[in-house]
């Protein structure tokens, strides 16, 4: 898939969209008539090798009735729809994006969960009106930029409180003898060029104050992807 150049500004779909997403990323998050295409659970099994299923229970295996959830960014399939099920009638499950399209996408799932809220809003910035028990970042970091990366994972862990829980699942840098990570590093090239920064570090050499917290990281695939679960002391 081609990029293409960001639209003109008076398409709401793109209004207070950041640069980066519309530069490197509009055919896959920020135009509408892509991501209607895209948001499929076979399309999100495909392009995660069939690991698709095993990486969303590392996540909603975390999840407990009557939490409080917030996952950082919308995720194409039918991941949301697990996640809010998982916390029931007693929880609340927060979902946050800052595209007007992952929004639409977000709300039309959850409309069926009462406990969901979709609210339009920056990862780096939004702040819940209470403590989270566990916050996720489910396939976001390797998409935006350093900087990024480091005022997204403050900002999540900067909310959870002592006892509770973050989780990252993301991409890793493949172990040696993976053939799929000449394929990536490929597609890193074209498409992702903010993901091979998680191949060079920790997810916890972006946080602050890392040592406030416990890490604990699990590789699958033969290193392609990881799940770093993060306590706070």
């Known amino acids: 898939m081609s990029r293409n150049h960001p639209p003109l500004p008076c398409n709401p779909y793109y209004e207070g969209v950041p640069d980066y997403m519309t530069e490197v990323y509009d ?17 999100v099994s495909t392009l995660l090798f069939m690991n698709d299923q095993r990486l969303m229970r590392r996540y909603l295996q975390q999840i407990q009735p009557g ?3 917030w996952q ?3 995720v194409y399939g039918d991941l949301v729809q697990k996640a809010a099920a998982r916390v029931g009638s007693q929880g609340e499950f927060v979902l946050t994006d800052i595209t007007p399209v992952q929004v639409e996408h977000a709300v039309r799932k959850l409309r069926d969960y009462p406990q969901a809220r979709v609210v339009r809003a920056d990862a780096a910035t939004f702040r819940l009106e209470q403590q989270p028990d566990l916050v996720c970042s489910f396939f976001l970091l390797h998409e935006v930029p350093d900087d990024l990366k480091q005022r997204i994972v403050d900002n999540m862990l900067a909310q959870v409180p002592q006892g509770g829980r973050a989780v990252f699942v993301d991409y890793h840098r493949p172990a040696a003898w993976q053939p799929i990570g000449w394929l990536l590093k490929w597609v890193n090239r074209k498409l992702e060029p903010f993901a091979e920064a998680l191949w060079r570090n920790e997810i916890s050499a972006y946080a602050s ?10 590789t ?12 706070h002391r």
């Open 220 to 231: 699958l695939f033969g290193g392609v992807y990881q799940v770093v679960t993060v306590t």
């Open 67 to 69: 939490m409080l959830v």
């Open 209 to 218: 104050h890392a040592e406030r917290f416990s890490w604990h990281k699990e």
């Open 72 to 74: 950082v960014a919308h």
């Open 27 to 43: 055919w896959a998050y920020v135009n509408p008539r892509r991501a209607a295409l895209l948001d499929r659970n076979l399309v």
